[in-house]
């Protein structure tokens, strides 16, 4: 990844974070990919530009039901440290914000997770869940499911609400619920009518001057649980548009799902690209192709 000359805030598993003045950020998606919370030794070529041309593309189709922390995603538009060619299509300049201390997770379908817990108890987050349903089934209606944000290492915990509400408040609580739900609504119907589920995925929210906003990622494959309608067989669970060829391949092997990873070889690492810009294409109906980079 190019050397950037602003001050280096963090980095997670896939972006890195940096100061690039006036209350902005600029965010980097880079192709490093994870699999059971280790990052793999091989990189997934585009993976960074179509997780930035993606979520580029819900903020605009969300910015009536809620404001986004994105500035732009022009080269032309970056500080000048930033202007690097090899940066194109997967930078974003940003405002800055002061991030909700929880995730907010939407489960439009039981699954993951959730479909462990209703199994053992009955329940998902706590709640009683009608009986008899199936994996990967559709919830009578989607639910908010918020969690703590673990740290580097950790696993997040599941939250109640009455828990969210301890954590931010019961006035931003129930406004982080109904925007996450009005939003994963909103993207649900627009995928479903281009033949894609999503069964679940994460937002992240933040403040600026009061004002709740969207930002971070915005249902992409990485923050999402996207399943070809097609393929969708309550009591199943369908093929995922993500990093499954890289969780199958894992799985095949005899690997403790510790550092370090095994090497990935060139047909799951060229399987999984293409699994990443199928979904960009079916839900934009644009070409990657033109997209920047």
Request: net charge negative.
């Amino acid at each position: 990844m190019v050397d950037i000359a602003l001050p280096h805030l963090s980095s997670g598993k896939v972006r890195d974070i940096y100061d690039a003045g006036d209350g902005r950020l600029l965010l980097v998606a880079s192709d490093r990919i994870s699999a059971f919370d280790v990052i793999m030794e091989e990189p997934i070529p585009d993976k960074g530009r179509v997780l930035t041309a993606m979520s580029a593309f819900w903020f605009e189709l969300f910015a009536d039901l809620v404001p986004g922390h994105l500035i732009s995603t022009d080269l032309s538009d970056m500080p000048a440290e930033a202007r690097h060619p090899d940066l194109a299509g997967r930078v974003m300049l940003c405002r800055r914000a002061e991030m909700l201390p929880i995730e907010c997770i939407v489960r439009g379908y039981i699954t993951g997770s959730a479909w462990k817990e209703y199994k053992t108890s009955g329940t998902m987050h706590g709640a009683t869940l009608p009986e008899g349903l199936l994996e990967s089934a559709q919830l009578p209606e989607p639910v908010f499911t918020p969690s703590t944000k673990g740290e580097l290492g950790e696993h997040d915990v599941n939250l109640s609400f009455s828990e969210a509400v301890e954590l931010v408040g019961e006035d931003l609580a129930t406004r982080a619920r109904d925007v996450s739900l009005a939003v994963y609504q909103r993207g649900a119907e627009w995928a479903a009518a281009r033949g894609i589920v999503i069964a679940d995925t994460k937002f992240e929210l933040g403040l600026i001057a009061g004002e709740l906003i969207l930002a971070d990622e915005v249902l992409t494959p990485d923050s999402s649980r996207f399943w070809p309608a097609d393929q969708w067989v309550p009591g199943s669970t369908p093929p995922s548009f993500d990093k499954q060829p890289v969780r199958d391949y894992l799985d095949g092997l005899d690997w403790d799902k510790t550092p370090p990873p095994p090497a990935l070889g060139s047909e799951v690492v060229e399987a999984t690209r293409a699994r990443y810009i199928e979904a960009y294409e079916r839900i934009t109906g644009l070409s990657f192709d033109d997209w920047p980079g």
